[in-house]
Antibody, heavy 120, light 107 residues
């Protein structure tokens, strides 16, 4: 059974840092494109970042230079390092399988989400 | 970047109604479009992929159509469990972009 379990969310002050984790089971993170998607309270979905199976990364302009996506293949885990956090980064953060390279299996698996609150 | 314009942003409908939601892409995305349903406090659930392919386990009253820049999600006969917010997602190129969402409420 495929499972994605996020952790690491919490309350952080503006300018602070936080690292989110997404532990996967049932499939291999490094063989897939993996993305982070966020949702601010009462708002819509916003794509944040992707890491390709080959290791390349891409970011939304809103987080570029502040967030870093990575993975640990030995732990089958995806990460999102968030620095210089702002109030507007407050959201539920979801990890998701972006794609297995096919035109069928994309955004079919999501984690349960972890809440990040940036406030003083 | 590709912009996804979703309409309407909200609608009221009755059980049994036919519901149509539209997404328009700012440039052609072939059929790289998916539709998601999200209920309050829940994780988004994929309903449709590749514009018109029904996700396994999703009721057949949901259907998708379109290619290029115009896409439609149709619910043929709205059921009580369908009251939710719906989002489209273009998966043609990064940055990926979601539509703004359509909240379907009970009339």
């Amino acid at each position: 059974e495929v499972q994605l379990v996020e952790s690491g969310g919490g309350l952080v002050q503006p300018g602070g840092s936080l690292r989110l984790s997404c532990a996967a089971s049932g499939f291999t993170v490094s063989s897939n494109y993996m993305s982070w998607v966020r949702q601010a309270p009462g708002k819509g979905l916003e794509w944040v970042s992707v890491i390709y199976s080959g290791g390349s990364t891409y970011y939304a302009d809103s987080v570029k230079g502040r967030f870093t996506i990575s993975r640990d293949n030995s732990k089958n885990t995806l990460y999102l390092q968030m620095n210089s956090l702002r109030a507007e980064d407050t959201a539920v953060y979801y990890c998701a399988r972006d794609s297995d390279g096919s035109s069928v299996n994309y955004f079919d698996y999501w984690g349960q989400g972890t809440l990040v609150t940036v406030s003083s | 970047d590709i912009q996804m314009t979703q309409s309407p942003s909200a609608m009221s409908a009755s059980v049994g109604d036919r519901v149509t939601i539209t997404c328009r892409a700012s440039q052609g995305i072939s059929n790289y479009l998916a539709w998601f349903q999200q209920k309050p406090g829940k994780v988004p659930k994929r309903l449709i992929y590749a514009s018109s392919s029904l996700q396994s386990g999703v009721p057949s009253r949901f259907s998708g159509s379109g290619s290029g820049t115009e896409f439609t999600l149709t619910i043929s006969s709205l059921q009580p469990e369908d009251f939710a917010t719906y989002y489209c997602l273009q998966h043609n190129s990064y940055p990926l972009t979601f539509g703004g969402g359509t909240k379907v409420e009970i009339k």
